[in-house]
């Protein structure tokens, strides 16, 4: 059995309660099932429309410490390993030139980065938040660059983890926003199996095998 690897980058409930339902119709095919929250520290965050950015204090928990106190009590005496965990992501503003030589749309969507389409993911972001189909890129230039710096401590994060296609699986939400695609294409690069997991039932019959 693989070890299960689930990448959040949402705080909503309509995220969290469609992956609690996933991991309680799958969890028997799974040794290890660990859940990465990667919801603090990026230098951009989801523009989905389930996105809610929520204060934490001591008198109320944020939702996916909820989840992941539900789902460790859940697995307690089972012989499946759970664990939790809040991504360290790393906030140095490296000088990558990811992003130079685009002058257009087209051009930008062209840029590819260790083989992976950075560029395209980019341009979806940038097409989804001004509802255009051709922005103007000039407005978007520290966007640009800051999506940059965030593709990478995405990339940076999933590679310190060490996983390969023999022993992991990948899950996220959805797969088509920004933060998500970055997943996929770190599981397209290395050959790792992926599963997309939406509202459960039918949307959560969606699987990649990159291998």
């Known amino acids: 059995m693989k070890n299960l690897q689930v990448f959040l980058f949402q705080q909503s409930w309509f995220h969290l309660g469609s992956l609690i339902e996933s991991i309680l119709a799958e969890s028997r095919n799974y040794k ?3 859940i990465h929250y990667l919801g603090k520290g990026l230098f951009v965050y989801p523009i989905d429309v389930h996105q809610i950015i929520l204060r934490q204090n001591r008198f109320k928990p944020a939702p ?12 307690k ?13 790393k ?17 930008l969507q062209n840029i590819k980065w260790i083989d992976t389409s950075i560029g395209m993911a980019i341009s979806s972001y940038l ?3 001004t509802k255009d189909s051709n922005p103007n890129l000039n407005k978007f230039q520290d966007l640009i660059t800051n999506l940059g710096l965030t593709y990478y401590q995405i990339f940076e994060y999933l590679i310190g983890l060490n996983l390969n296609f023999r022993s992991d699986e990948i899950w996220i939400y959805n797969g088509r926003p920004f933060h998500e695609r970055t997943v996929v294409e770190f599981a397209k690069k290395n050959k790792i199996k992926l599963k997309y997991f939406e509202i459960g039932g ?10």
């Open 32 to 34: 290890n099932i660990e």
């Open 64 to 75: 996916e410490v909820i989840m992941s106190k539900f789902l460790k009590e859940y697995f």
């Open 77 to 89: 005496d089972s012989n499946i390993n759970f664990v939790f965990t809040y991504a360290g992501l």
């Open 91 to 107: 906030r140095d503003k490296v000088k990558l030139n990811l992003l130079s030589g685009f002058t257009d749309l087209r051009s």
């Open 127 to 129: 097409i989804s938040l």
């Open 202 to 211: 039918e949307g959560f019959n969606q699987e990649v095998d990159f291998t």
